[in-house]
């Protein structure tokens, strides 16, 4: 699966969108980008998943760049509940693939 | 549905005893998966199984580790004889066929 870089950290001011980066230059055709995150002492929480096109749902949107080389999580109007730790990952969707490779993530607080 | 149960929540031992970790998928997911979480090491895949049958164990550290899945709802992990180097927090995650990955609570493992 392709490797992805992301910031460390990042803050964002509560009630504005926080924009989140991911690069992932050596991505394939078949694979997909997801994005999970995790709350201080909790498990990893889906967001959001998606090929090609931008997705978006009652979380929060992906924008993919036309060369799939980058992407960016948009969360519209963040609330304290949204500090965690971001993580951009790429996945192949071949079957007998199943493996989610976490990276660092990026530490996203959220300002009051 | 109450999301994947793990128990317990936390485990204190010391160095030799066996620990036996468990988890209950979300009820009708096929895929398991294992996750073991350091600061060192970030969080790491150990072993997932597809309708109860292993399938990856690459990324069990050594012998001393143990999954099993007896039945489709319940799996363990087991460490024998554990060591101070295993104190991490482990996650269990459950999936249907296709889709995202819902992870459990973790349970910490500190072993003295």
């Not at chain 1, 948009?74 to 951009?88: E, G, M, N, Q, S």
Request: glycine residues 6%.
């Amino acid at each position: 699966d392709a490797k992805t870089t992301q910031p460390t950290s990042m803050d964002c001011a509560e009630g504005r969108a926080a924009n989140l980066p991911c690069n992932h230059s050596t991505i394939s055709g078949n694979e997909y980008v997801y994005w999970y995150r995790q709350i201080h002492s909790q498990g990893p929480q889906y967001i959001i998943h998606g090929l090609k096109n931008n997705e978006t749902n009652e979380m929060a949107s992906l924008i993919i760049t036309e060369d799939r080389k980058s992407s960016t999580l948009i969360l519209p109007h963040a609330t304290l509940r949204d500090t965690a730790v971001y993580y951009c990952i790429v996945r192949s969707s071949n079957f007998g693939n199943e493996k989610l490779t976490f990276g660092t993530g990026t530490r996203l607080t959220i300002i009051p | 549905d109450a999301g994947v149960i793990q128990s317990p929540r936390h485990e204190v031992t010391e160095m030799g005893q066996e620990v036996t970790l468990r988890c209950k998928p979300i009820s009708g997911h096929d895929y398991l998966f294992w996750y073991r979480q350091t600061m060192m090491r970030g969080l790491e895949l150990l072993i997932y199984f597809n309708n109860n049958v292993p399938i990856d164990d690459s990324g069990m550290p050594e012998d001393r580790f143990s999954a099993k899945m007896p039945n489709a709802s319940f799996s363990t992990l087991k460490i024998q004889p554990s060591e101070p180097r295993d104190s991490a927090v482990y996650f269990c995650a459950s999936r249907e066929t296709v889709g995202e990955q819902y992870f459990g609570p973790g349970t910490r493992l500190t072993v003295t």
